[in-house]
């Protein structure tokens, strides 16, 4: 107990160095604090008031340099102590902070009260743009990077049924995730990509870009290339999983993207496949999809992709039809396991509602009007 509470002190102080700096900082690792004090007390119990003398420990991203790439969101990078303190932080326990909460995107209100800190809602044939909040942030996309994945792989022409082999080389060493593709597991190009956009399957994505001609890094040249082609100006990738938060991308990109995928019959039904059972090794496994709403009869989604990492929260694209009109959704940082769900349903509530005449939503953080401004 002793050394818990010397790594809170430790924490406290060495954040009080960087909040006087960037206020809103202090404000989401309060709140981030708070729900994570909250998740723990037992259910049906009122939570006790904490001494004040006692304040809690303030949660802060473990990326200390990926902060300072949350563009054009105002976010300087923390010095050195916290820095220290973040790394205590980890072995302590104390949760990660998302890159949006680091900047204070979760506190924008907006008429519909989502819970995500970015929401982009485009009509895909007019461009005009129906909904946006926060939608200049460029943020981390976890495994929304997959979309850009298999765009690589189709448009490479590469044979789908060519073997590719699971090895050492795709196991997570960033993140340390698991997977139930072992290593010595083969499949086929094509499985391997419906694995990748289906159930977000990382060592099939690695895979992927592992089996590009010229290997991983002439992949990641490819990603890069293909994406200042179709105008996703805002976007860079490091890797093909989404594991590193170094992967970044913006609500107006991400809807080209999703423009571009469905375009792509194979991208369209992989993506928004159910179920699919596989045979490795002579056992057959099932893997689902990671949104629920491909099953939703209330839903016409034609192109689908999750992600989640701590520095990105839980994202969620989609090319919809609403109401005759083909839409992109992009979901960023959204608070909560199912709250990307609760935001998606909501815009389609709200689209649904007032179809003959949707007024536009444009809101945004004070960071972000404070940069536009400079």
């Avoid at 895979?207 to 805002?234: C, E, T, W």
């Avoid at 959204?334 to 444009?362: C, M, Y």
Wanted: glycine fraction near 6%; proline fraction near 5%; aromatic fraction near 4%.
């Amino acid at each position: 107990m002793k050394r818990v509470q010397t790594l809170c002190v430790m924490l406290s102080v060495a954040l009080g160095l960087s909040v006087g700096a960037v206020p809103s900082k202090a404000h989401a690792a309060s709140d981030a604090a708070a729900v994570s004090a909250k998740k723990k007390k037992p259910a049906g119990k009122p939570a006790s008031p904490q001494p004040a003398s006692k304040p809690k420990p303030k949660a802060a991203p473990d990326r200390l340099s990926d902060a300072g790439r949350v563009v054009p969101v105002a976010v300087a990078r923390r010095p050195a102590a916290v820095a220290g303190a973040a790394a205590v932080a980890a072995g302590a326990g104390v949760g990660v902070m998302s890159q949006g909460q680091a900047a204070g995107l979760h506190r924008t209100a907006d008429p519909l009260d989502l819970k995500s800190a970015v929401a982009h809602v485009e009509d895909l044939d007019t461009r005009e743009v129906l909904f946006s909040k926060n939608s200049d942030a460029v943020l981390p996309i976890a495994s929304i990077t997959k979309l850009m994945t298999a765009l690589v792989v189709t448009d490479a022409g590469l044979d789908l049924d060519e073997t590719i082999t699971i090895s050492e080389a795709d196991v997570d060493t960033e993140k340390h995730s698991t997977s139930r593709l072992r290593v010595g597991y083969s499949m086929t190009r094509r499985e391997a990509m419906h694995l990748a956009l289906m159930s977000s399957e990382n060592r099939a994505a690695h895979a992927l870009g592992r089996h590009y001609p010229g290997g991983l890094q002439a992949f990641v040249a490819a990603m890069n290339a293909k994406a200042h082609s179709i105008g996703m100006n805002d976007s860079r990738f490091v890797e093909p999983t989404g594991l590193s938060s170094s992967n970044v991308s913006s609500g107006p990109d991400l809807a080209r993207l999703l423009r571009v995928t469905n375009d792509k019959p194979l991208i369209r039904e992989l993506s928004t496949s159910p179920g699919q059972v596989f045979t490795f090794n002579g056992r057959p496994m099932q893997f689902n999809n990671t949104n629920a709403l491909v099953k939703s009869n209330q839903w016409d989604i034609n192109v689908s992709k999750t992600g989640f990492i701590s520095e990105a929260g839980r994202c969620l694209v989609m090319h919809v039809k609403i109401e005759g009109r083909r839409l992109a959704i992009v979901l960023l940082d959204s608070f909560g396991k199912a709250s990307r769900l609760g935001d998606a349903n909501r815009i389609r509530k709200w689209l649904e509602t007032h179809h003959a005449d949707v007024a536009p939503v444009k809101v945004q953080a004070p960071a972000l009007q404070r940069e536009r401004r400079t």
